[in-house]
């Protein structure tokens, strides 16, 4: 004998059954959004890429650009020009090696892979009109994180503000940070115009009318990079002022896809790159300038000024590098005396670095 089901039993399968059709339905939902903002990315990413192929030809060229500039973003991707040495790398900058893998703000890295702390707000201003989403919380997520979602908005101006607040009363672990890794969508197609950094300490004191750090030097065409802060701070919220400068006829659109805040251990002391740098002649004098372009900063020096302390070791130049030894050493601005063509820099890695350029290197 079957047993029929009286009608509260039909009832509750009714009611599941329709719960499980606005399930099924918020997640088409999700998955349409999703696929229509990758389709967002790449038309951008196209547009952009189509705007400046036209200059990036021209300048970019690596048969046109200067052997003597060390550009460690490509030279890393290619090993055109064979880096050795003890450092840490991401994107288009160099910087003193990793002791140990950094703790982050914003995600526990475990053995069963990444997990979102859920301590944080990301909010978007716009002429003075914040715009909060709990969605937007993924850009702070790990790469590898299943939950992540694609962030990439349209913004009817240019500038805007990008504010990260972290929930104090639900910190997991602490806020220390001393160092910034982001990635955007599309790299080179806006500035950090400035950043603020309000502490823990503040937050406690409801000190919070002046940022506890201004960064004023302006990140200009932001690409992959990690920014090393002056020191650690707990943060209680922080904001990047951004600036978009998208081709002629290619619509604002910014996106990140991670921003990450490290509290990292680092050998500053001992961190270097080896670099040879060839040129297509005999070389006669390497010059004792130098150029050094940061993040946010270009810095023009002599070679002995280039250190992390006065008690170590400034950039070095070698005619011979075999077996992992350096031989013979070039001091600048002396004539060389061997007939050579290539030479090694051995470069002081204790900060983030972009591009290093060797200037005055005459031929005979």
Not at 109 to 129: C, H, R
Not at 133 to 146: G, P, W
Not at 219 to 225: D, G, H, K, S, Y
Request: hydrophobic letters at 35%.
């Amino acid at each position: 004998m079957i047993k029929k089901p009286n009608s509260l039993t039909l009832m509750e399968k009714i009611d599941e059954a329709a719960d499980n059709i606005k399930e099924i339905k918020s997640n088409v939902s999700n998955i349409k959004k999703q696929m229509e903002t990758k389709v967002a990315i790449l038309n951008t990413y196209f547009d952009v890429a189509n705007a400046t192929v036209e200059s990036l030809t021209s300048n970019i060229k690596e048969k046109t650009r200067e052997e003597d500039t060390i550009i460690f973003g490509l030279d890393l991707a290619n090993n055109k020009k064979m880096m050795v040495g003890s450092y840490s790398a991401f994107g288009q900058t160099i910087h003193p090696r990793f002791t140990v893998m950094p703790d982050q703000m914003f995600n526990f890295i475990s053995q069963d892979g990444p997990l979102f702390k859920d301590n944080a707000e990301v909010s978007f201003t716009v002429n003075g009109e914040k715009n909060y989403k709990y969605e937007y919380c993924n850009i702070l997520k790990e790469e590898s994180d299943d939950s992540k979602l694609d962030v990439f908005l349209p913004f009817e101006t240019n500038v805007f503000t990008l504010s990260i607040e972290t929930k104090p009363s639900n910190l997991i672990g602490n806020s220390a940070c001393n160092m910034i890794e982001i990635a955007p969508y599309l790299p080179g197609t806006f500035d950090i115009d400035e950043i603020r950094i309000w502490t823990i300490e503040q937050y406690m004191a409801q000190d919070l009318l002046v940022p506890d750090k201004t960064i004023t030097n302006p990140f200009l065409n932001v690409c992959a990079e990690r920014i090393m802060l002056d020191q650690t701070y707990q943060i209680y919220k922080i904001e990047f002022d951004i600036t978009l400068h998208m081709p002629s006829n290619v619509k604002n659109y910014f996106g990140l896809r991670h921003i990450y805040f490290y509290n990292a251990k680092m050998d500053k002391e001992n961190s270097y790159v080896i670099m040879k740098i060839k040129k297509n002649g005999y070389i006669r004098s390497i010059g004792n300038n130098l150029t050094i372009k940061t993040p946010n900063e270009t810095k023009n020096m002599l070679v002995e000024q280039y250190r992390y302390k006065s008690d170590t070791p400034a950039t070095e130049f070698f005619m011979v590098y075999e077996n992992d030894t350096l031989q013979g050493q070039i001091d600048p601005s002396v004539v060389v005396a061997r007939n050579i063509s290539e030479f090694y820099a051995k470069i002081p890695i204790f900060e983030s670095i972009n591009t290093f350029k060797i200037g005055d290197i005459t031929l005979r």
